[in-house]
């Protein structure tokens, strides 16, 4: 039997997600019709082009990304709700900063390394340099610190207005373009000005919401500390963000190594597909952003035993949820990739299916990473990862030459499956032996 307190902090659990759903449902609509339009207007080919792109930048972005929100939350919870102003500050610069640090430093990768990978893409030789300027958006996709203080005042709601608003710009413009036969230059500026607006209104609202809690009195910007000296926060950042870094990396990895073993179209077959078997999976992957703030607390209260049952009941529910993901995908994923492709059943349903057992894999990890990163076990969630990619993406190259598309899926379901387990390892051993609590890092 759950008590009061693990009642109300699911009530706000499933509330929060309930925000983050609404937003992230639209934004799943938008984009799916986006991607429909788009391939209508630019054709298969050029579309796959476009992704290349877009991929190769978001590669650079998230290769180069601080995970700024993780430790404004971990540190940063207990100084928020003791309303200690003048720490809470130099955490929040600290963590500005990091976003302004990763994003010069993914557009100085980018710009460094967008010549070569153009003419191995294939893009060069037909549109020229035009990625190079789109490379500056970049500048626009770090928004880790402003998303963490509307988690931490608890304003869901809010989090994900910026991302939504960011989708309906790109929905009306393939709209436009549609109508207008826009080539694919349009569908670039189009890209970039949805990446820019989300980023304005994110570190706009939180702004807002730091003023009106008071947060802000007496915040400067010159003459204050940058740089935050709680114990251990870089090595955690620097474990959170590479691992966050590269498992966002592999994905957009995995799209540029199928585009260049089967080209552009397959490369949009893939990537289509696993949008799909994520976004069915999607619903219950939002727990983790609202769960993380919740299991900070209780690591705080030092309440373990709510620690175990909370991590526990959700592992159950997402058993039950993973069977039904797997049910929908067999009866509607194959229309609903035939509707946005136009491509054969045949050829895709192997690859559906490969793709929504990747998905469910991934579900399994709602509870466990934020478990693991507010147990202070950051370097070894960083340490599975780093081991799981040395073999998962030559896997890919291998498996994608032998057995084209069915060899791409089966690779991304094994690695997926090897992510899992380098995360169920310790929550089974620190659950056997009834010990969550965590070291400092040092």
């Known amino acids: 039997m759950m008590n009061s307190q693990i009642k109300a902090l699911f009530r706000r659990v499933f509330r929060n997600t309930g925000y983050l759903l609404t937003g992230r449902g639209a934004m799943a609509v938008l984009a799916l019709a986006s991607t429909a339009l788009a391939v209508r207007t630019l054709g298969l080919e050029d579309y796959g082009i476009l992704l290349l792109m877009s991929s190769f930048v978001m590669s650079c972005a998230v290769a180069t990304r601080f995970q700024a929100w993780q430790p404004l939350l971990q540190y940063g919870t207990s100084l928020y709700k003791a309303a200690e102003k003048k720490p809470f500050q130099t955490l929040f610069r600290h963590c500005t900063m990091l976003d302004a640090l990763g994003a010069l430093m993914g557009l100085a990768v980018a710009l460094f390394s967008s010549i070569w990978l153009a003419h191995l893409s294939g893009w060069a030789a037909a549109y020229g340099h035009i990625p190079l300027w789109y490379m500056t958006v970049i500048l626009f996709m770090n928004t880790g610190c402003a998303m963490g203080v509307l988690r931490l005042a608890n304003r869901y709601e809010l989090a994900v207005l910026a991302d939504t608003a960011g989708s309906v710009v790109k929905f009306v413009g393939c709209v436009t373009g549609f109508f207008l036969h826009w080539t694919l230059p349009d569908f670039l500026l189009l890209w970039y000005c949805s990446t820019a607006v989300a980023f304005v209104l994110d570190y706009g609202l939180a702004f807002w919401v730091m003023a009106r809690s008071d947060k802000l009195k007496g915040f400067r910007l010159v003459n204050v500390p940058w740089l ?117 059943w045949t050829g895709t349903r192997t690859l559906l299916l490969l793709m929504t057992v990747t998905a469910i894999l991934d579900l399994w990890d709602v509870p466990l990473e934020p478990l693991l990163v507010s147990m202070n ?56 032996n009834k010990s969550f609590e965590g070291k400092p890092e040092a």
């Open 228 to 344: 935050s000296p709680i114990k251990g926060i870089w090595r955690f950042t620097f474990s959170t963000s590479l691992d966050q870094a590269l498992g966002r990396l592999g994905s957009r990895l995995t799209v540029l190594i199928v585009g260049a073993v089967l080209g552009p179209e397959n490369a949009a077959i893939y990537n289509v597909t696993w949008q799909i078997s994520d976004g069915m999976a999607r619903p219950a992957q939002m727990l983790t952003p609202a769960l993380y703030p919740e299991l900070v607390a209780l690591r705080d209260k030092r309440d373990w035993a709510s620690i175990r049952q909370v991590t526990n009941r959700i592992l159950q529910a997402l058993a039950i949820f993973s069977a039904v993901v797997l049910v929908v995908a067999t009866f509607v994923g194959p229309w609903l990739l035939h509707l946005l492709l136009t491509v054969p």
């Open 377 to 432: 076990k950051a370097h070894q969630i960083l340490i599975g990862r780093m081991v799981t990619m040395c073999f998962s993406l030559p896997l890919l190259y291998v498996l994608a030459r032998a057995w084209g598309m069915t060899g791409a899926g089966f690779a991304t379901l094994l690695s997926e499956l090897a992510i899992l387990l380098t995360r169920l390892g310790p929550y089974l051993i620190m659950n056997r």
